[in-house]
Protein backbone atom coordinates (compact mmCIF):
# COMPACT_ATOMS: atom_id res chain seq x y z
CA UNK A 1 0.00 0.00 0.00
CA UNK A 2 1.12 3.25 -1.04
CA UNK A 3 1.73 5.08 2.19
CA UNK A 4 1.84 8.69 0.81
CA UNK A 5 -0.99 8.15 -1.47
CA UNK A 6 -3.01 7.27 0.78
CA UNK A 7 -2.08 10.35 3.19
CA UNK A 8 -2.49 12.47 0.48
CA UNK A 9 -6.05 11.13 -0.47
CA UNK A 10 -7.25 10.92 2.99
CA UNK A 11 -6.25 14.73 3.54
CA UNK A 12 -8.12 15.62 0.39
CA UNK A 13 -11.23 14.02 0.84
CA UNK A 14 -11.34 15.46 4.18
CA UNK A 15 -10.67 18.85 3.26
CA UNK A 16 -13.89 18.67 0.55
CA UNK A 17 -15.96 17.42 3.23
CA UNK A 18 -15.48 19.81 5.95
CA UNK A 19 -15.40 22.73 2.82
CA UNK A 20 -18.64 21.48 1.50
CA UNK A 21 -21.15 23.72 3.56
CA UNK A 22 -24.24 21.50 3.35
CA UNK A 23 -22.28 18.36 4.57
CA UNK A 24 -21.48 20.68 7.92
CA UNK A 25 -25.28 21.43 7.80
CA UNK A 26 -26.45 17.61 8.31
CA UNK A 27 -23.30 16.26 9.89
CA UNK A 28 -22.87 19.36 12.51
CA UNK A 29 -25.38 22.02 11.88
CA UNK A 30 -28.53 19.91 12.77
CA UNK A 31 -26.72 17.61 15.60
CA UNK A 32 -25.59 20.53 17.26
CA UNK A 33 -29.09 22.99 17.45
CA UNK A 34 -31.43 19.58 17.92
CA UNK A 35 -29.20 18.36 21.43
CA UNK A 36 -29.38 22.33 21.92
CA UNK A 37 -32.90 22.84 21.25
CA UNK A 38 -34.46 19.63 23.04
CA UNK A 39 -32.41 20.35 26.29
CA UNK A 40 -33.29 23.69 27.01
CA UNK A 41 -37.13 23.60 25.87
CA UNK A 42 -38.25 20.62 27.28
CA UNK A 43 -41.40 19.30 24.55
CA UNK A 44 -40.02 15.92 24.41
CA UNK A 45 -40.76 12.82 25.80
CA UNK A 46 -36.84 11.95 26.94
CA UNK A 47 -38.10 9.90 29.98
CA UNK A 48 -35.23 11.14 32.38
CA UNK A 49 -34.87 13.92 34.77
CA UNK A 50 -31.84 15.30 32.93
CA UNK A 51 -33.23 15.94 28.94
CA UNK A 52 -29.65 15.92 27.81
CA UNK A 53 -28.61 12.33 29.27
CA UNK A 54 -31.20 11.28 26.87
CA UNK A 55 -30.60 13.08 24.25
CA UNK A 56 -26.72 13.25 23.75
CA UNK A 57 -25.64 10.14 22.99
CA UNK A 58 -28.57 9.99 20.54
CA UNK A 59 -27.43 12.84 18.81
CA UNK A 60 -23.99 11.28 18.56
CA UNK A 61 -25.55 8.36 16.71
CA UNK A 62 -27.59 10.41 14.69
CA UNK A 63 -24.09 12.62 13.81
CA UNK A 64 -22.30 9.38 12.81
CA UNK A 65 -24.96 8.40 10.64
CA UNK A 66 -24.97 11.60 9.01
CA UNK A 67 -21.26 11.31 8.05
CA UNK A 68 -21.07 8.02 7.44
CA UNK A 69 -24.25 7.97 5.51
CA UNK A 70 -25.38 10.51 4.01
CA UNK A 71 -22.01 12.62 3.46
CA UNK A 72 -19.83 9.60 2.52
CA UNK A 73 -22.62 8.25 0.06
CA UNK A 74 -24.08 11.79 -1.43
CA UNK A 75 -19.94 12.98 -2.10
CA UNK A 76 -19.33 9.82 -3.49
CA UNK A 77 -22.33 9.39 -5.68
CA UNK A 78 -21.55 12.72 -7.13
CA UNK A 79 -17.73 11.77 -7.51
CA UNK A 80 -18.97 8.61 -9.85
CA UNK A 81 -21.12 11.26 -12.03
CA UNK A 82 -18.52 13.07 -12.48
CA UNK A 83 -16.38 10.61 -13.89
CA UNK A 84 -13.87 11.18 -10.70
CA UNK A 85 -13.92 7.47 -9.71
CA UNK A 86 -13.39 6.17 -13.10
CA UNK A 87 -10.22 8.26 -13.77
CA UNK A 88 -8.97 7.13 -10.12
CA UNK A 89 -9.11 3.61 -11.72
CA UNK A 90 -7.02 4.45 -14.23
CA UNK A 91 -3.53 5.35 -11.31
CA UNK A 92 -1.94 2.85 -9.75
CA UNK A 93 -4.12 4.76 -6.28
CA UNK A 94 -6.13 1.77 -6.53
CA UNK A 95 -9.53 0.83 -5.14
CA UNK A 96 -8.37 -0.58 -1.83
CA UNK A 97 -6.37 2.56 -1.43
CA UNK A 98 -9.38 4.82 -2.23
CA UNK A 99 -11.81 3.07 0.07
CA UNK A 100 -9.37 3.08 2.68
CA UNK A 101 -8.61 6.46 2.37
CA UNK A 102 -12.81 7.08 2.56
CA UNK A 103 -13.19 5.60 5.79
CA UNK A 104 -10.50 6.86 7.38
CA UNK A 105 -11.42 10.44 6.39
CA UNK A 106 -15.09 9.52 7.34
CA UNK A 107 -13.26 8.40 11.04
CA UNK A 108 -11.20 12.07 10.80
CA UNK A 109 -14.74 13.82 10.73
CA UNK A 110 -16.17 11.69 13.07
CA UNK A 111 -13.94 12.75 15.56
CA UNK A 112 -14.26 16.41 15.24
CA UNK A 113 -17.81 16.18 15.09
CA UNK A 114 -18.03 13.90 18.53
CA UNK A 115 -15.28 16.82 20.37
CA UNK A 116 -17.64 19.37 19.33
CA UNK A 117 -20.83 17.62 20.29
CA UNK A 118 -19.54 16.23 23.38
CA UNK A 119 -18.33 19.56 24.32
CA UNK A 120 -21.67 20.86 23.56
CA UNK A 121 -23.51 18.54 25.82
CA UNK A 122 -21.30 18.45 28.96
CA UNK A 123 -21.64 22.46 28.61
CA UNK A 124 -25.38 21.79 28.66
CA UNK A 125 -24.78 19.45 31.92
CA UNK A 126 -24.31 15.88 30.53
CA UNK A 127 -22.37 13.66 32.66
CA UNK A 128 -21.54 10.63 30.85
CA UNK A 129 -20.54 7.29 32.33
CA UNK A 130 -16.30 7.21 32.42
CA UNK A 131 -16.01 4.03 30.88
CA UNK A 132 -17.19 4.24 27.56
CA UNK A 133 -14.78 1.70 25.53
CA UNK A 134 -17.89 -0.10 24.46
CA UNK A 135 -19.49 2.64 22.81
CA UNK A 136 -16.40 2.96 20.50
CA UNK A 137 -16.83 -0.35 19.92
CA UNK A 138 -20.53 0.45 19.07
CA UNK A 139 -19.70 3.64 16.69
CA UNK A 140 -16.79 1.92 14.60
CA UNK A 141 -19.48 -0.86 13.79
CA UNK A 142 -22.28 1.43 12.83
CA UNK A 143 -19.67 2.95 10.71
CA UNK A 144 -19.07 0.67 8.57
CA UNK A 145 -22.89 -0.29 8.63
CA UNK A 146 -23.57 3.23 7.32
CA UNK A 147 -20.86 3.52 5.19
CA UNK A 148 -21.41 0.54 3.81
CA UNK A 149 -25.18 1.91 3.32
CA UNK A 150 -24.20 5.05 2.03
CA UNK A 151 -21.73 3.49 -0.82
CA UNK A 152 -24.37 0.81 -1.89
CA UNK A 153 -26.62 3.89 -3.33
CA UNK A 154 -23.66 5.76 -4.36
CA UNK A 155 -22.65 2.56 -6.34
CA UNK A 156 -25.94 1.99 -7.93
CA UNK A 157 -28.34 5.20 -8.08
CA UNK A 158 -27.61 8.74 -10.05
CA UNK A 159 -26.18 11.18 -8.09
CA UNK A 160 -29.47 12.95 -7.28
CA UNK A 161 -31.44 10.02 -6.51
CA UNK A 162 -28.64 9.23 -4.13
CA UNK A 163 -29.06 12.73 -2.87
CA UNK A 164 -32.75 12.75 -2.07
CA UNK A 165 -32.63 8.85 -0.94
CA UNK A 166 -29.82 9.38 1.58
CA UNK A 167 -31.19 12.59 2.98
CA UNK A 168 -34.78 10.83 3.02
CA UNK A 169 -33.37 8.17 5.17
CA UNK A 170 -31.53 10.30 7.48
CA UNK A 171 -34.88 12.14 8.39
CA UNK A 172 -37.07 8.41 8.78
CA UNK A 173 -33.99 7.02 10.89
CA UNK A 174 -33.90 10.27 12.80
CA UNK A 175 -37.48 9.98 13.86
CA UNK A 176 -37.29 6.25 14.33
CA UNK A 177 -33.65 5.30 15.40
CA UNK A 178 -34.11 6.70 19.40
CA UNK A 179 -32.32 10.23 18.78
CA UNK A 180 -34.81 12.65 19.71
CA UNK A 181 -37.23 10.31 21.94
CA UNK A 182 -37.16 6.38 23.29
CA UNK A 183 -38.00 4.04 21.04
CA UNK A 184 -40.95 2.80 23.70
CA UNK A 185 -42.72 5.74 22.73
CA UNK A 186 -42.90 4.42 19.10
CA UNK A 187 -45.73 1.45 19.94
CA UNK A 188 -45.91 -1.09 17.45
CA UNK A 189 -42.95 0.51 15.48
CA UNK A 190 -40.22 -0.04 17.52
CA UNK A 191 -39.79 -3.61 17.16
CA UNK A 192 -39.36 -2.55 13.80
CA UNK A 193 -37.27 0.27 14.60
CA UNK A 194 -34.57 -2.08 16.59
CA UNK A 195 -33.42 -3.88 13.58
CA UNK A 196 -31.96 -0.80 11.77
CA UNK A 197 -28.90 0.21 12.88
CA UNK A 198 -29.76 3.37 14.08
CA UNK A 199 -31.94 2.39 16.81
CA UNK A 200 -29.09 -0.40 17.51
CA UNK A 201 -26.72 2.49 17.88
CA UNK A 202 -28.45 4.78 20.10
CA UNK A 203 -29.48 2.01 22.19
CA UNK A 204 -25.85 0.81 22.55
CA UNK A 205 -24.67 4.39 23.01
CA UNK A 206 -27.52 5.22 26.07
CA UNK A 207 -26.63 2.27 27.80
CA UNK A 208 -22.83 2.12 27.35
CA UNK A 209 -22.45 6.11 28.08
CA UNK A 210 -25.30 6.63 30.10
CA UNK A 211 -25.02 3.52 32.97
CA UNK A 212 -21.20 2.66 31.71
CA UNK A 213 -23.02 -1.65 30.62
CA UNK A 214 -23.33 -3.20 28.10
CA UNK A 215 -26.28 -2.60 25.07
CA UNK A 216 -28.56 -5.40 24.99
CA UNK A 217 -27.40 -8.49 22.85
CA UNK A 218 -29.99 -7.70 20.10
CA UNK A 219 -28.09 -4.21 19.59
CA UNK A 220 -25.13 -5.66 19.40
CA UNK A 221 -26.29 -7.96 16.78
CA UNK A 222 -28.31 -5.89 14.73
CA UNK A 223 -25.19 -3.67 14.33
CA UNK A 224 -22.89 -6.49 13.55
CA UNK A 225 -25.06 -7.72 11.03
CA UNK A 226 -25.67 -4.54 9.12
CA UNK A 227 -21.51 -3.69 9.21
CA UNK A 228 -21.32 -7.64 7.28
CA UNK A 229 -24.44 -7.11 4.75
CA UNK A 230 -24.13 -3.45 4.20
CA UNK A 231 -20.66 -3.33 2.47
CA UNK A 232 -20.90 -6.91 1.07
CA UNK A 233 -24.48 -5.90 -0.76
CA UNK A 234 -21.98 -2.41 -1.85
CA UNK A 235 -19.30 -4.39 -3.10
CA UNK A 236 -21.32 -6.51 -5.56
CA UNK A 237 -23.75 -3.81 -6.93
CA UNK A 238 -21.00 -1.28 -7.27
CA UNK A 239 -20.70 0.60 -10.68
CA UNK A 240 -17.70 2.35 -11.00
CA UNK A 241 -18.93 4.54 -13.92
CA UNK B 1 7.91 -5.21 -29.30
CA UNK B 2 5.17 -2.38 -30.44
CA UNK B 3 3.76 -0.64 -27.50
CA UNK B 4 0.35 -1.38 -28.30
CA UNK B 5 -1.14 -3.89 -30.06
CA UNK B 6 -4.71 -4.52 -31.01
CA UNK B 7 -5.41 -7.79 -32.63
CA UNK B 8 -8.74 -8.34 -34.31
CA UNK B 9 -10.53 -6.21 -31.70
CA UNK B 10 -14.08 -6.95 -30.88
CA UNK B 11 -16.27 -5.40 -27.91
CA UNK B 12 -19.98 -5.70 -27.66
CA UNK B 13 -22.43 -4.15 -25.53
CA UNK B 14 -24.97 -6.57 -25.50
CA UNK B 15 -26.02 -6.92 -28.61
CA UNK B 16 -24.47 -4.04 -30.12
CA UNK B 17 -21.22 -4.81 -31.87
CA UNK B 18 -19.41 -1.62 -30.63
CA UNK B 19 -15.71 -2.67 -31.99
CA UNK B 20 -15.73 -5.22 -34.57
CA UNK B 21 -12.27 -6.32 -35.28
CA UNK B 22 -10.01 -3.29 -35.42
CA UNK B 23 -6.34 -4.30 -35.80
CA UNK B 24 -3.47 -1.96 -35.25
CA UNK B 25 0.09 -1.70 -33.82
CA UNK B 26 1.36 1.85 -32.48
CA UNK B 27 5.28 2.42 -31.39
CA UNK B 28 7.41 4.13 -28.78
CA UNK B 29 7.77 7.72 -29.70
CA UNK B 30 4.83 7.34 -32.50
CA UNK B 31 1.61 9.89 -32.30
CA UNK B 32 -1.39 7.42 -33.49
CA UNK B 33 -4.78 9.01 -34.07
CA UNK B 34 -7.66 7.04 -34.55
CA UNK B 35 -10.52 9.28 -36.58
CA UNK B 36 -14.21 8.63 -37.03
CA UNK B 37 -17.73 9.85 -36.29
CA UNK B 38 -19.55 9.46 -33.08
CA UNK B 39 -20.26 6.35 -32.07
CA UNK B 40 -17.71 4.72 -34.73
CA UNK B 41 -15.87 2.25 -31.81
CA UNK B 42 -12.90 5.28 -30.93
CA UNK B 43 -13.68 5.67 -27.52
CA UNK B 44 -14.66 1.82 -26.67
CA UNK B 45 -11.19 0.64 -28.23
CA UNK B 46 -9.16 3.29 -26.42
CA UNK B 47 -11.27 2.26 -23.20
CA UNK B 48 -10.34 -1.33 -24.03
CA UNK B 49 -6.71 -0.21 -23.74
CA UNK B 50 -6.46 1.24 -20.90
CA UNK B 51 -8.30 -1.71 -19.05
CA UNK B 52 -11.62 -0.35 -18.19
CA UNK B 53 -13.16 -2.93 -20.80
CA UNK B 54 -12.89 -6.32 -21.60
CA UNK B 55 -12.16 -7.40 -25.30
CA UNK B 56 -15.11 -9.94 -26.18
CA UNK B 57 -12.48 -11.10 -28.74
CA UNK B 58 -9.18 -10.54 -30.13
CA UNK B 59 -6.47 -9.08 -28.13
CA UNK B 60 -4.71 -6.42 -26.75
CA UNK B 61 -1.62 -5.53 -25.39
CA UNK B 62 -0.39 -2.58 -23.48
CA UNK B 63 3.69 -2.45 -23.28
CA UNK B 64 3.57 -6.42 -23.38
CA UNK B 65 0.80 -6.06 -20.52
CA UNK B 66 -3.24 -7.80 -20.64
CA UNK B 67 -5.00 -4.24 -19.98
CA UNK B 68 -8.00 -5.92 -17.93
CA UNK B 69 -5.72 -8.83 -16.28
CA UNK B 70 -2.57 -6.95 -15.34
CA UNK B 71 -4.48 -3.38 -14.88
CA UNK B 72 -2.83 -2.92 -11.38
CA UNK B 73 0.69 -3.34 -12.90
CA UNK B 74 -0.49 -1.04 -16.20
CA UNK B 75 -1.65 1.83 -14.18
CA UNK B 76 2.12 3.03 -13.38
CA UNK B 77 2.58 2.93 -16.81
CA UNK B 78 0.03 4.54 -18.61
CA UNK B 79 -1.34 7.87 -18.88
CA UNK B 80 -4.89 8.56 -19.50
CA UNK B 81 -7.47 11.54 -20.37
CA UNK B 82 -10.76 10.73 -20.41
CA UNK B 83 -13.14 12.50 -22.92
CA UNK B 84 -14.87 14.34 -20.36
CA UNK B 85 -14.45 15.03 -16.21
CA UNK B 86 -12.81 12.50 -14.28
CA UNK B 87 -11.61 15.78 -11.65
CA UNK B 88 -13.04 16.95 -8.52
CA UNK B 89 -15.44 19.85 -9.16
CA UNK B 90 -14.24 21.85 -6.10
CA UNK B 91 -10.60 20.90 -6.75
CA UNK B 92 -7.86 23.64 -8.30
CA UNK B 93 -4.85 22.62 -10.67
CA UNK B 94 -2.00 22.56 -8.12
CA UNK B 95 -4.08 20.57 -5.64
CA UNK B 96 -5.35 18.05 -8.78
CA UNK B 97 -1.53 17.63 -9.41
CA UNK B 98 0.26 17.49 -6.09
CA UNK B 99 -2.73 14.58 -5.22
CA UNK B 100 -2.32 13.25 -8.51
CA UNK B 101 1.55 12.98 -8.03
CA UNK B 102 1.05 11.07 -4.92
CA UNK B 103 0.16 7.88 -6.92
CA UNK B 104 2.98 7.43 -8.71
CA UNK B 105 6.62 6.29 -7.86
CA UNK B 106 8.54 8.62 -9.61
CA UNK B 107 6.12 11.90 -10.69
CA UNK B 108 6.79 14.74 -12.57
CA UNK B 109 7.66 18.28 -10.97
CA UNK B 110 3.71 19.18 -10.27
CA UNK B 111 4.90 23.19 -10.72
CA UNK B 112 6.66 22.52 -14.29
CA UNK B 113 3.52 20.60 -15.28
CA UNK B 114 1.44 23.59 -14.52
CA UNK B 115 3.24 25.41 -16.83
CA UNK B 116 3.75 23.38 -19.50
CA UNK B 117 0.38 23.18 -20.13
CA UNK B 118 -0.30 27.02 -19.24
CA UNK B 119 -2.40 26.75 -16.31
CA UNK B 120 -0.07 28.63 -13.70
CA UNK B 121 -2.82 31.72 -14.19
CA UNK B 122 -5.11 29.66 -12.96
CA UNK B 123 -4.02 27.13 -10.62
CA UNK B 124 -5.82 28.33 -7.78
CA UNK B 125 -9.04 28.31 -9.76
CA UNK B 126 -11.35 25.60 -8.73
CA UNK B 127 -11.70 23.12 -11.46
CA UNK B 128 -15.60 23.69 -12.17
CA UNK B 129 -15.17 27.42 -12.75
CA UNK B 130 -12.37 26.98 -14.79
CA UNK B 131 -13.21 26.95 -18.81
CA UNK B 132 -13.81 23.65 -21.21
CA UNK B 133 -10.39 24.31 -22.76
CA UNK B 134 -8.52 24.68 -19.61
CA UNK B 135 -10.19 21.67 -18.09
CA UNK B 136 -9.19 19.17 -20.76
CA UNK B 137 -5.63 20.78 -20.39
CA UNK B 138 -6.04 20.03 -16.28
CA UNK B 139 -6.86 16.63 -17.60
CA UNK B 140 -3.59 16.61 -19.43
CA UNK B 141 -1.80 17.45 -16.91
CA UNK B 142 -2.76 14.83 -14.36
CA UNK B 143 -2.40 12.04 -17.75
CA UNK B 144 1.13 13.50 -17.73
CA UNK B 145 2.37 13.51 -14.12
CA UNK B 146 3.30 9.56 -13.83
CA UNK B 147 5.73 10.00 -16.72
CA UNK B 148 3.87 7.05 -18.71
CA UNK B 149 5.46 5.36 -21.06
CA UNK B 150 1.84 5.20 -23.16
CA UNK B 151 -0.75 8.02 -23.07
CA UNK B 152 -4.39 7.70 -24.27
CA UNK B 153 -5.65 11.01 -24.89
CA UNK B 154 -9.51 10.75 -25.71
CA UNK B 155 -10.79 13.52 -27.73
CA UNK B 156 -7.63 16.28 -26.25
CA UNK B 157 -8.59 19.41 -28.20
CA UNK B 158 -12.41 18.90 -28.01
CA UNK B 159 -14.01 22.57 -26.88
CA UNK B 160 -10.39 23.59 -26.67
CA UNK B 161 -9.44 27.57 -27.57
CA UNK B 162 -7.15 28.10 -30.04
CA UNK B 163 -4.42 29.13 -27.46
CA UNK B 164 -5.17 25.50 -25.34
CA UNK B 165 -4.45 23.38 -29.12
CA UNK B 166 -1.50 25.06 -29.42
CA UNK B 167 -0.91 23.74 -25.90
CA UNK B 168 -1.93 20.63 -26.39
CA UNK B 169 0.27 20.51 -29.31
CA UNK B 170 2.58 21.48 -27.95
CA UNK B 171 2.67 19.14 -25.56
CA UNK B 172 2.00 15.66 -27.91
CA UNK B 173 5.42 16.53 -29.51
CA UNK B 174 7.06 16.91 -26.30
CA UNK B 175 5.44 13.41 -25.57
CA UNK B 176 6.78 11.66 -29.08
CA UNK B 177 10.51 13.58 -28.79
CA UNK B 178 10.35 11.39 -25.33
CA UNK B 179 10.34 8.67 -27.09
CA UNK B 180 6.11 8.31 -25.46
CA UNK B 181 3.51 6.78 -27.74
CA UNK B 182 0.39 8.31 -28.04
CA UNK B 183 -2.92 7.19 -28.25
CA UNK B 184 -5.30 9.93 -29.50
CA UNK B 185 -8.86 10.21 -30.64
CA UNK B 186 -10.49 12.91 -32.59
CA UNK B 187 -13.24 14.06 -35.13
CA UNK B 188 -11.78 17.30 -36.07
CA UNK B 189 -9.53 16.45 -39.05
CA UNK B 190 -7.52 19.59 -39.15
CA UNK B 191 -6.10 18.41 -35.43
CA UNK B 192 -5.41 15.17 -36.48
CA UNK B 193 -3.44 16.74 -39.45
CA UNK B 194 -0.97 18.47 -37.59
CA UNK B 195 -0.39 16.16 -34.04
CA UNK B 196 -0.14 12.63 -35.62
CA UNK B 197 2.27 10.68 -37.42
CA UNK B 198 -0.35 8.02 -38.30
CA UNK B 199 -3.98 8.00 -38.95
CA UNK B 200 -6.59 5.04 -38.68
CA UNK B 201 -10.09 6.03 -39.61
CA UNK B 202 -12.57 3.76 -38.16
CA UNK B 203 -16.05 3.48 -39.06
CA UNK B 204 -19.45 1.53 -37.47
CA UNK B 205 -16.56 -0.40 -35.16
CA UNK B 206 -14.25 -1.38 -38.05
CA UNK B 207 -11.11 0.17 -39.88
CA UNK B 208 -11.85 1.88 -42.79
CA UNK B 209 -8.54 3.18 -43.89
CA UNK B 210 -4.91 3.47 -42.15
CA UNK B 211 -1.40 4.29 -43.04
CA UNK B 212 0.56 8.05 -42.92
CA UNK B 213 -1.15 10.88 -43.84
CA UNK B 214 0.20 11.20 -47.27
CA UNK B 215 -0.88 7.34 -47.67
CA UNK B 216 -4.49 7.47 -46.66
CA UNK B 217 -4.75 10.03 -49.51
CA UNK B 218 -3.01 7.48 -51.95
CA UNK B 219 -1.85 8.81 -55.35
CA UNK B 220 -5.10 8.92 -56.73
CA UNK B 221 -5.56 12.14 -58.43
CA UNK B 222 -8.77 13.42 -59.34
CA UNK B 223 -10.56 16.82 -61.07
CA UNK B 224 -13.52 18.10 -58.22
CA UNK B 225 -16.16 20.92 -59.59
CA UNK B 226 -19.52 22.41 -58.49
CA UNK B 227 -22.28 23.84 -61.02
CA UNK B 228 -25.64 23.12 -61.24
CA UNK B 229 -27.36 20.08 -59.84
CA UNK B 230 -28.59 17.06 -62.09
CA UNK B 231 -26.02 17.78 -65.05
CA UNK B 232 -26.41 14.74 -67.54
CA UNK B 233 -23.44 12.72 -66.09
CA UNK B 234 -23.79 9.69 -68.58
CA UNK B 235 -23.49 12.21 -70.97
CA UNK B 236 -20.33 14.10 -69.97
CA UNK B 237 -18.91 10.87 -68.44
CA UNK B 238 -19.02 9.82 -72.23
CA UNK B 239 -17.43 13.46 -72.91
CA UNK B 240 -14.48 13.44 -71.05
CA UNK B 241 -13.93 9.23 -70.82
CA UNK B 242 -13.90 9.06 -67.79
CA UNK B 243 -16.64 8.23 -65.03
CA UNK B 244 -18.31 11.38 -63.13
CA UNK B 245 -20.20 11.27 -59.77
CA UNK B 246 -22.67 13.62 -58.57
CA UNK B 247 -21.11 13.51 -54.96
CA UNK B 248 -23.51 15.73 -53.23
CA UNK B 249 -26.23 17.89 -55.54
CA UNK B 250 -24.23 19.86 -57.66
CA UNK B 251 -20.80 18.38 -56.56
CA UNK B 252 -19.54 16.29 -59.00
CA UNK B 253 -16.06 13.72 -58.82
CA UNK B 254 -14.18 13.20 -62.02
CA UNK B 255 -12.22 10.16 -61.24
CA UNK B 256 -9.26 10.39 -63.53
CA UNK B 257 -6.45 12.36 -63.20
CA UNK B 258 -6.50 16.29 -63.99
CA UNK B 259 -5.03 16.38 -67.46
CA UNK B 260 -5.11 20.23 -68.86
CA UNK B 261 -7.04 18.53 -72.00
CA UNK B 262 -9.36 17.01 -69.58
CA UNK B 263 -10.13 20.40 -67.32
CA UNK B 264 -10.42 22.05 -71.08
CA UNK B 265 -13.19 19.33 -72.00
CA UNK B 266 -14.96 19.69 -69.52
CA UNK B 267 -15.28 23.98 -69.92
CA UNK B 268 -16.22 23.57 -73.01
CA UNK B 269 -19.00 20.73 -72.57
CA UNK B 270 -20.31 23.24 -70.14
CA UNK B 271 -20.01 26.38 -72.60
CA UNK B 272 -21.97 24.28 -75.24
CA UNK B 273 -24.81 24.70 -72.71
CA UNK B 274 -23.83 27.71 -71.10
CA UNK B 275 -23.63 26.26 -67.66
CA UNK B 276 -21.50 28.35 -64.94
CA UNK B 277 -18.93 26.20 -62.80
CA UNK B 278 -19.23 27.17 -59.88
CA UNK B 279 -15.95 25.97 -57.83
CA UNK B 280 -12.81 23.90 -59.97
CA UNK B 281 -9.95 21.75 -57.91
CA UNK B 282 -7.97 19.47 -59.19
CA UNK B 283 -4.70 17.47 -57.62
CA UNK B 284 -4.77 14.81 -54.75
CA UNK B 285 -7.93 14.20 -52.81
CA UNK B 286 -7.75 15.92 -49.38
CA UNK B 287 -7.59 14.13 -46.20
CA UNK B 288 -11.65 15.17 -45.44
CA UNK B 289 -12.45 13.91 -48.67
CA UNK B 290 -11.06 10.56 -47.67
CA UNK B 291 -12.28 10.56 -44.49
CA UNK B 292 -16.10 11.94 -45.67
CA UNK B 293 -16.19 8.81 -48.52
CA UNK B 294 -14.98 6.21 -46.03
CA UNK B 295 -17.69 7.14 -43.38
CA UNK B 296 -20.34 8.72 -44.98
CA UNK B 297 -20.06 11.51 -42.68
CA UNK B 298 -21.39 13.86 -45.63
CA UNK B 299 -24.76 15.33 -46.40
CA UNK B 300 -26.53 13.27 -49.31
CA UNK B 301 -25.39 9.70 -49.59
CA UNK B 302 -22.72 9.60 -52.36
CA UNK B 303 -23.84 7.77 -56.05
CA UNK B 304 -20.29 5.90 -55.14
CA UNK B 305 -21.79 4.21 -52.20
CA UNK B 306 -24.97 3.01 -53.54
CA UNK B 307 -23.25 -0.79 -53.17
CA UNK B 308 -23.67 -0.10 -49.25
CA UNK B 309 -26.60 1.81 -48.96
CA UNK B 310 -28.53 -0.64 -48.36
CA UNK B 311 -26.93 -2.13 -45.03
CA UNK B 312 -26.00 1.74 -43.98
CA UNK B 313 -29.97 3.05 -42.85
CA UNK B 314 -30.58 0.05 -40.05
CA UNK B 315 -26.08 1.07 -38.74
CA UNK B 316 -27.66 4.58 -38.55
CA UNK B 317 -30.06 3.47 -35.64
CA UNK B 318 -27.31 1.50 -34.25
CA UNK B 319 -24.98 4.75 -34.11
CA UNK B 320 -27.44 6.94 -32.23
CA UNK B 321 -28.12 3.87 -29.95
CA UNK B 322 -24.22 3.61 -28.93
CA UNK B 323 -24.45 6.94 -28.68
CA UNK B 324 -26.94 7.31 -25.79
CA UNK B 325 -25.08 4.66 -23.67
Not at chain 1, 119 to 133: E, I, K, N, Q, S
Not at chain 1, 140 to 158: S, V
Not at chain 2, 178 to 198: K, N, P, Y
Request: proline share 5%; net charge neutral.
Amino acid sequence: MNLRALRAQVAAETRMTLERGETLLVTLGIPIVLLVFFTLVPVLPTGTHHRVDFLAPGVLALAVMSTAMVSLGIATAFERSYGVLKRLGATPLGRPVLLTAKIVSVMVVEIIQVALLVGVALALGWRPHPAAGLAVIAVLLATIAFAGIGLAMAGALRAEVTLAVANGVYVILLLIGGVLFPLHELGGLASFARLLPTAALSDALHLTLGAGSSAPAQAWIVLALWAVAAPTVAAFSFKWE
Amino acid sequence: MPAVEVDHLVVRYGSLVAVDGVSFDADAGEVVALLGPNGAGKTTTVETLEGFRRADAGAVRVLGLDPWSDHTKLTARIGVLLQRGGIYPVMNAERAVRLFATYYEDPRDPDELIDLVRLRPVARTPYKRLSGGEQQRLALALALVGKPRVAFLDEPTAGVDPAGRIAVRDVVAGLRSDGVCVILTSHELDEVQRLADRVIIVDHGRVVAAGRQGEIQGDSQELRFAAEPGLAIGELSARLGAAVTEEQPGEYLVSTPPVPALVAELAVWLAERDLPLGDLRAGRQRLEDVFLRLTGSGVAEPTSRACDGASSAPRRGNRKGRARR
